[in-house]
C-alpha cells in the first residue's frame, strides 16, 4: 500500500499528468486529424481515453518502478 500512497502524492500525480497532456495531444493530431483540421465532428470518448490512457500508463509505470519491499 505504500506504493499506491506513494504514487499519489502531488509530483507522480503531476508527472502522470504532464505525459498525459504530451502524449495524448499527439495522439489526438494522429488519430483525428479531420476533426482538429477539418470540419468532423469530435467523439468525446476517443478523446477522453486519448488522455487518460497514458495517465494511467504513467502512474503505472511508476507504481511498478517503486521498490516492492515497502509493500509489506
Given at each position: 500500500?505504500?506504493?499506491l500512497r506513494t504514487v499519489l502524492q502531488a509530483a507522480?500525480?503531476?508527472r502522470?499528468?504532464?505525459v498525459a497532456v504530451v502524449v495524448g495531444t499527439a495522439l489526438n493530431m494522429i488519430n483525428?486529424?479531420?476533426v482538429?483540421?477539418?470540419d468532423a465532428s469530435v467523439t468525446w470518448w476517443k478523446v477522453?481515453?486519448?488522455y487518460?490512457?497514458?495517465f494511467f500508463v504513467s502512474t503505472y509505470g511508476a507504481y511498478s518502478a517503486l521498490?516492492?519491499?515497502d509493500d509489506d
Open positions: 500500500m505504500t506504493r507522480y500525480l503531476r502522470a499528468l504532464a483525428q486529424p479531420e482538429i483540421f477539418g477522453l481515453l486519448t487518460v490512457v497514458p521498490p516492492k519491499a
